[in-house]
């Protein structure tokens, strides 16, 4: 069989295509994988699809597979209609949002895979080869001949991630559609889509989580299959992947790993991953976690190892929203607890971030203004990453808001926005301003910011220094990085430009 899978996300990491590509070519099939990275939803021109659907259409292939996010939506919608014309083979749609509103996906799709896509996609390509039908595949919903829709019952979850090969990284059967024309993926252009400001390269040892945040996909995900929720793979499996990816890019600067929480998991798997970690990849790595989950035991293992960055979720500092609103068991204390043993290991410890949810129809200013206090009693240096809340679809939160009227459903505001666009408030912009301004006249502004003497303070925290002095210097930081970059043009790019995704956490 003939596959083509499409991604549309705006990084290259795409583990979910790259793990459809690898079982398939396990089994056998030609796979090809075109990348189209851009950014939300912003849609590709007539030209673009046209050229998109033309590659598409000249590979021949027997099936084609899209994977997407929710914001991913519109872009796919049009790709879908673009493809479809230019090469008229079963399309199948696959991923977050798929799995989560597959209805509405069937819209435009001719089949929908809902939950893990392994084996449903295996099962898909080798009854299409075998030419025995496949309506009735678990996992994947299908549109009958008369219009009508059969929606199989989900696959259970696999419970072995060790049984799977490692994500597809064989960029002889991978390209890109960069700067409005296709390319292979070489080293500049991976770089371009690198989505942080060092080197690093973006892997995951387990899937699902342990906690159930009401405004979180893993809250709906839970519910979508049978079967463990909660999976790591070996450390043997897990550094084995990294080794492979070390080969393949030598001047790797380090590792992202993207686990949900990645603290979680019992002493020994740490004990064996640390010792591997160190023996084979020696690189300095980042990692999420929820505070709760951060001992000084974990730390005291995984900094000899290479721990480098944490990235923690306070999501809000008002108890009431934490609780009752964002279904989250992290209280002050432990969340400064937390905070207290990253800072004790500062010296290995350089990147420790804050993120807070933000633009909840829930939360009144003066939650908002809690989270501010909050952030302000921490030890300095940390960033904080502030996100604009969307209701993800089928999750707790957005059932409630729907229910309570806040929004109509997913057309509102999903698909039109994204997360890092928070509104431009005086408590928004007081939050970002945090890390870098006194903890004393964060809470001096606070407590004046409806009298003409907090206003005064809140424009010179935030217009003169924040904003100034730290855009001047990120302006200054971003022309070092582009001038480096500029090193690796004449190898790829016809147009000799390189885009760079310069990490914004620090501005
Ligand atoms: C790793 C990760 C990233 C990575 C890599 C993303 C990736 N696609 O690999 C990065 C950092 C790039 C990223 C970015 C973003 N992310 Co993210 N990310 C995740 C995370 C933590 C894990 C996803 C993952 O890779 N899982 C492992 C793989 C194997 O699973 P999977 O992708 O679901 O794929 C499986 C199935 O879905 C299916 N499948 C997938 N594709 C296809 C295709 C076909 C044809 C088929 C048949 C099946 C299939 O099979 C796969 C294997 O089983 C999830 C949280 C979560 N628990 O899912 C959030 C999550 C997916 N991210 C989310 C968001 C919002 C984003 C951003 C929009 C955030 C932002 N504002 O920047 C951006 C999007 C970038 C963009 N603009 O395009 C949301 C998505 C919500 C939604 N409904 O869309 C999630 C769910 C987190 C949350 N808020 O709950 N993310
Ligand atoms: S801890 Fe993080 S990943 Fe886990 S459910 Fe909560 S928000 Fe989602």
């Known amino acids: ?115 893990e896509g392994e084996t449903p996609m295996r099962t898909l390509a080798e009854a299409m080869q075998n030419q025995t039908g496949y309506d009735s595949i678990p996992g994947i919903w299908v549109r009958n001949t008369n219009g009508s829709i059969k929606a199989n019952p989900p696959a259970d979850r696999m419970s072995n991630l060790d049984a799977l090969p490692y ?27 690198i989505p942080g400001f060092m080197d690093t390269h973006y892997v995951m040892s387990s899937r699902g989580c342990p906690h159930n945040c009401t405004y979180c996909c893993n809250s709906a995900l839970r519910k979508v299959a049978a079967g463990p929720y909660l999976r790591r793979r070996s450390p043997e499996h897990f550094v084995g ?28 798997w740490f004990e064996t991953f640390c010792r591997l970690y160190s023996q084979r990849i020696g690189l300095p790595f980042f990692c999420w976690a929820n505070p709760v989950a951060v001992t000084r035991e974990r730390i005291e293992m ?90 993800y679809p089928k999750t707790h939160l957005q059932e409630q808001a729907i229910q309570d009227g806040h929004i109509a459903g997913n057309h509102d505001r ?40 907090g206003k005064i303070a809140f424009n010179v925290v935030y217009w003169g220094y924040f904003v100034l002095i730290r855009r001047t210097l990120w302006k200054l930081r971003r022309f070092i990085t582009l001038s480096y970059l500029k090193r690796y043009e004449h190898t790829m790019d016809p147009r000799k430009v390189v885009t760079t995704r310069v990490s914004l956490i620090d501005f």
């Open 1 to 115: 069989m003939k596959i083509v899978l499409i991604s549309v996300e705006n990084t290259l990491v795409c583990f979910g295509i790259r793990m459809i590509s690898a079982v398939l070519k396990q089994d056998g099939h030609n796979v090809q994988t075109l990348f189209v990275p851009r950014e939300f939803n912003d849609l590709e021109s007539e030209k673009d699809l046209a050229a998109i659907a033309e590659w598409v259409a000249g590979q021949r292939p027997d099936l084609i597979g899209i994977s997407l996010m929710s914001s991913h939506w519109r872009r796919v919608a049009a790709i879908h209609k673009a493809v479809k014309k230019a090469a008229p083979v079963p399309i199948i749609w696959g991923g977050i949002h798929p799995t989560l509103a597959p209805e509405e996906c069937m819209e435009h799709a001719d089949m929908v895979c809902v939950g």
């Open 167 to 193: 994500p597809d990284h064989d960029d002889r059967s991978h390209i890109v559609y960069h700067h409005h024309c296709l390319q292979p993926i070489s080293d500049p252009v991976w770089r371009s889509y």
């Open 241 to 268: 992947e990294m080794e492979q990816i070390k080969n393949r890019f030598p001047k790797l600067k380090g590792f992202v790993f993207m686990d949900d929480s990645f603290f979680y998991g019992d002493r020994e």
């Open 302 to 391: 995984l900094t000899p190892a290479g721990l480098v960055g944490v990235h923690v979720g306070l999501e809000s500092g008002s108890p009431r929203v934490s609780e009752q609103i964002y279904n989250r068991r992290v209280s002050h204390e432990q969340f400064y607890e937390c905070m207290n043993i990253l800072h004790d290991y500062r010296n290995d410890i350089v990147d420790i971030r804050v993120d807070v949810i933000t633009d909840n129809p829930y939360e009144t200013d003066d939650d908002v203004a809690e989270t501010v206090r909050v952030l302000s009693y921490l030890k300095k240096p940390f960033f904080v990453g502030i996100v604009s809340l969307i209701f």
């Open 414 to 453: 999903l698909y039109e926005e994204e997360f890092f666009h928070y509104r431009p408030t005086m408590l928004n912009r007081l939050m970002r301003s945090v890390p870098k301004t006194p903890g004393s006249v964060i809470r001096y502004v606070l407590k004046n910011r409806n009298n003409l003497m």
